[in-house]
């Protein structure tokens, strides 16, 4: 089985956007709620709602492709992504119950988690419908030509119809969409290096130490090997009572300290400097975004 990742507002003002919502180098402020999670670049995204929207479009091009192939289009899920879209960018552990579930959190949470970021979950294809869906691997599949791309290069044509390339030009690719996720990561990458996080770290680990448990950031208590020790790669992994008792001490000490906070001032200075850098890519982004949407619904209604 192959598996294949699925794939409004005017620009933002910065000096607005810091003052409503509070962010300084001085002051954190504390998450309370989903709003906590906005960052910068979101403006140029839709929303949960309008990603699942413009999923549900393209999975039936996707189908009417498949069909005349003699294939039907596997198992999906078009519903809103539950999970707040920046929470794994932020270091939340909120959503996870780790009360109940330690880091593993709820069944499928993950799967959310990593979808949360771009909108595109994953589904499964079987092996004998990866070259129509892909257009690699063979030109033809039951004597009948595939489309450049296959079916979701035919799905995202579809979709893209009318947009402006990101040059400027009327000569948009299948997966320019992408470019906005790839700039989000460039930001993460760039953020998590903020000096600000690792003092945040500092502080954690004190924190953690104080209730017996010695790691240096969020990160190694998360990904610690102990939990996996005797998984066999096979369901769910079980959960000890170890894991639940520093994941617990963990998410306390992450509060205590403000971590998310911290890494949230962190990540919308380096996405602000990334959308003053790209402003021209970005609005030409964010058309694109609302171009897919618009053609989503009449590709739907």
């Known amino acids: 089985m192959a598996v294949f990742l699925l794939s409004g507002c005017s620009a933002l003002n910065l000096d607005i956007w810091n003052d409503k919502q509070g962010v300084t180098q001085s002051n954190y402020p504390p998450f309370g709620s989903v709003k906590d999670f906005v960052l910068p670049m979101d403006v140029y995204d839709l929303d949960n709602v309008r990603r699942a929207y413009v999923q549900e479009a393209r999975f039936k091009v996707l189908g009417s492709?498949?069909?005349?192939?003699?294939?039907?289009m596997p198992k999906h899920d078009v519903t809103p992504i539950r999970y707040p879209k920046?929470?794994?960018?932020?270091?939340?552990?909120?959503?996870?119950?780790?009360?109940?579930?330690?880091?593993?959190?709820p069944k499928d949470q993950d799967a959310e988690e990593?979808?949360?970021?771009?909108?595109?979950?994953?589904?499964?294809?079987?092996?004998?419908?990866?070259?129509?869906?892909?257009?690699?691997?063979?030109?033809?599949?039951?004597?009948?030509?595939?489309?450049?791309?296959?079916?979701?290069?035919?799905?995202?044509?579809?979709?893209n119809a009318g947009a402006t390339g990101l040059d400027g030009t009327k000569l948009?690719?299948?997966?320019?969409?992408k470019r906005l996720h790839s700039l989000m990561e460039d930001a993460a990458v760039t953020g998590f290096k903020d000096k600000r996080i690792a003092e945040a770290a500092v502080r954690w680990s004190d924190c953690m130490k104080s209730k017996g448990f010695s790691y240096k950031e969020p990160f190694e208590a998360q990904s610690d090997p102990l939990w996996?020790?005797?998984?066999?790669?096979?369901?769910?992994?079980?959960?000890?009572?170890?894991?639940?008792?520093?994941?617990?001490a963990d998410e306390q000490c992450?509060?205590?300290?403000?971590?998310?906070g911290v890494r949230r001032a962190a990540y919308v200075d380096s996405q602000n400097a990334i959308i003053i850098k790209n402003r021209d890519l970005l609005q030409r982004l964010q058309n694109l975004m609302e171009t897919r949407y618009a053609n989503a619904t009449e590709i739907l209604e």
């Not at 492709?65 to 039907?72: D, E, Q, S, V």
């Not at 949360?116 to 691997?137: C, K, N, T, W, Y």
């Not at 992450?254 to 998310?260: G, I, K, P």
């Open 254 to 260: 992450r509060l205590q300290v403000n971590y998310s």
């Open 172 to 177: 948009v690719k299948e997966y320019d969409f």
């Open 114 to 159: 990593f979808a949360a970021l771009d909108g595109l979950r994953m589904f499964v294809i079987p092996a004998e419908q990866d070259a129509a869906h892909s257009g690699i691997g063979a030109s033809r599949v039951n004597g009948i030509k595939i489309p450049k791309m296959g079916c979701a290069g035919e799905a995202e044509r579809a979709l």
């Open 65 to 72: 492709c498949l069909k005349k192939f003699g294939f039907t």
């Open 228 to 248: 996996q020790a005797g998984y066999s790669g096979r369901g769910r992994r079980a959960v000890s009572t170890l894991e639940i008792k520093t994941a617990v």
């Open 86 to 105: 920046n929470a794994a960018y932020l270091g939340w552990l909120g959503e996870k119950d780790v009360a109940h579930y330690g880091y593993l959190g």
